[in-house]
């Protein structure tokens, strides 16, 4: 099973690598107005994102539409004292940012810049593959998979929403007994949408 989840990874990375910077381009565009039309985007004022590496569908137009329509927005970082766990800090145009040891920028550690995930109303969550029952396949770090444990066991706190290139979606995803479903995923042709 193991083999097959990181089978998948390495097949859907390649896609998402191969993509053509004017169509990474028009995709990041598209997901602007998917994302645009979610009903819970009208009383979220607190939204973390990420920053796009290896080829995830880009994400800096999206923090720059949402900064025009007065939303704050924020990073991961990965946490420096808790092992597999995020932190996440305030992000505007002006954020100093370093790389962390996967080679990912994240904001430089502020402690006055962090807020508790429970504050946050939406966390977008990068993904390497969907299927078609909202099954995530990630990098395999579980960083997110606890950052979204209080979500997935009550529906509380931050509600997680998937990003991702159209040909990051596969029928059917091989899923380990832990392995929670997303609620939705944006995509730059449609939204996703298991609730």
């Known amino acids: 099973m193991s083999e097959s989840r990181q089978q998948f990874r390495q097949t859907i990375r390649q896609k998402r690598q191969q993509l053509a910077s004017d169509v990474q381009h028009l995709a990041a565009l598209d997901l602007v107005r998917q994302f645009s039309s979610l009903p819970e985007l009208s009383s979220a004022e607190h939204i973390a994102l990420y920053l796009s590496t290896d080829g995830e569908i880009e994400t800096m137009p999206l923090i720059e539409w949402l900064w025009q329509q007065g939303k704050k927005t924020y990073l991961p970082v990965l946490h420096p004292f808790s092992k597999g ?108 949408d298991w609730e």
């Open 85 to 192: 766990h995020l932190l996440f800090l305030h992000y505007h145009a002006n954020t100093p940012l370093v790389e962390n040891r996967f080679y990912i920028p994240e904001p430089k550690l502020d402690q006055t810049q962090v807020i508790p995930v429970e504050k946050l109303d939406l966390i977008c969550t990068p993904l390497v593959g969907f299927d078609s029952s909202g099954q995530r396949l990630g990098m395999g770090g579980g960083y997110y998979d606890r950052t979204l444990a209080k979500w997935f066991a009550c529906s509380q706190g931050a509600k997680p929403i998937g990003l991702a290139h159209d040909c990051q979606h596969v029928d059917v995803l091989p899923a380990e007994q832990w392995d929670v479903p997303l609620p939705k995923i944006v995509t730059p042709s449609r939204i996703w």
